[in-house]
């Protein structure tokens, strides 16, 4: 009797073992996403990022004038030596290479003044169509220092090619502003546009607050970035036309019956004592404490250069740029890559990831490519190397970059050989069904089938159908015990005792 419970207990605590396991599973597979979950967050929440900006004009250590000193290993040795220009900050750039031929101080933070415009010029060219009406606002009208201007009314209505002109030629703050709050909405956001854009560009020391280059000590650039601003406003077809331009007039309106004539402030485009043959664009700018600051675009014997020149006094700014025009054009030559490399190269070939192996790789052209390079230097003394875009990037081409000493003088596009691109993987077709792998990333549950629920729900009625059952049959071998005994107690008290 005092074992007729023990199957009952065992079946119950084996039943409750049973049950409490995969609530377990289930707990510890929440509880190892759970601490997934907060290392990924500890770990994005604890990286910093530390951007350090100069402030102030100047700051950034000058380059030498000289451009002719030669690296360590005296590569550098038969690159010219510039001229001496007054300027105290200066830049040539070649347009189709971005190669920078001479500098001065070219990342010294400056003023830049009126040449702001071709920035906002840019902006106004990649975000309008040129016969959109332009309305001047009250503020173009009324600006406190409103410095030189095309007497716009406030309401006057004109198009954004006769504010390009306006910029451009007469250097009129009131169609820069005008223009700028059209294209952004209010002078805040585009002097955000013009940040982001010249960031995407490659500038390194700009930092923009108006559009028309009037005096805040906020508002600064470089020789460096006002070259790069230019060479992708050159992209453009009506920039070319707008820049070189020498007279023009806005024709009058139902609200402005006047007409606006104006001429080209650039003494380089136009006839007279600093005129220079091939100057084909450019922007002027003055205020008392950037003095004269100057781009300015030339081309001769199929090679397009800019000129940028800051912190000038006067008609030197003219003087300056001519003299550095004529270093250039006389001490550089441009040279075609595609009719002058080998067929085949051993190169450097440099991934995204830094890795770099020497390879023999066909050179097959993808677009014209080109070099400027001195004009006493030969094109087999430069160093070529292969840059190849990540992976995920990457195309049919490579960049094919070339160097000289410690200059980088032009780059090609060429076609990459089959070792060298990256192997498409077959396009596994989709199903109506996600894979269980993704669909568990995807809904966070990593550790946890939805089979697990049937399984388990299965596994409860066995285990609880079988205790029913050993349960009932304890029962009845339990009863039916207590009859055989109830029996056998009625036949001894039922009988007689017998006699001795």
Known sequence: MKYKWKPVTAVILSSFIL??????????????????????????????????????????EAEQENTGESG?????????????????????????????????????????????????????????ELDEMVTVPHEAVYMDDKGSHIALDEGEELTVEDCLYGMMLASANDAAYALAVHVGGTIENFADMMNKRAKELGCQDSNFVNPHGLPDERHVSSAYDMALITREALKHEIFRTVSKTVYYEIQPTDK????????????????????????????????????????TCAARDDMELICVTM?????????????????????????????????????PVKAADGTEKVETVPVQMAEDGFVIIPSRVNFSELKPQLLLAAEAERGETGTLEYTYGTHQVGQASINLPDFLKVKEEPAETETETESQPAKEEKDGKAGFHWWYIPLGILAAAVIVTGAVMLVRRQIWKYRWRKRRRSGRTRDYSGGRRPRR
């Open 311 to 347: 912190k000038t006094e006067g008609r030197q700014v003219y003087v300056d740029t001519a003299s550095l025009f004529d270093f250039c054009f006389d001490n550089f030559k441009k040279v075609d890559i595609g009719t002058s490399e080998a067929a085949e190269i051993q190169v």
């Open 72 to 128: 360590e290993d005296g590569s550098d040795i038969f690159w010219p030596s510039g001229p001496s220009v007054v300027a105290e900050s200066g830049i040539v750039m070649e347009v189709s290479t971005g190669t920078i031929l001479y500098s001065k101080n070219m990342h010294a933070r400056y003023y830049p003044a009126s040449i702001t415009k071709i920035m906002t010029a840019l902006l106004a060219m990649e975000n309008c």
């Open 19 to 60: 049950f409490s396991s995969p609530m377990n599973v289930f707990a510890s597979g929440n509880t190892i996403s759970t601490i997934e979950d907060e290392m990924v967050h500890n770990t994005e929440g604890g990286e910093e990022t530390a951007a350090g900006q100069e402030t102030e004009t100047g700051e950034r």
């Open 256 to 295: 402005q019956p006047d007409l606006i004539p104006m001429s080209n402030h650039h003494k380089m485009l136009c006839s007279g004592k600093y005129h220079y043959d091939g100057v084909f664009a450019g922007k002027t700018g003055y205020t008392v404490v950037a003095k004269n600051t100057l781009v």
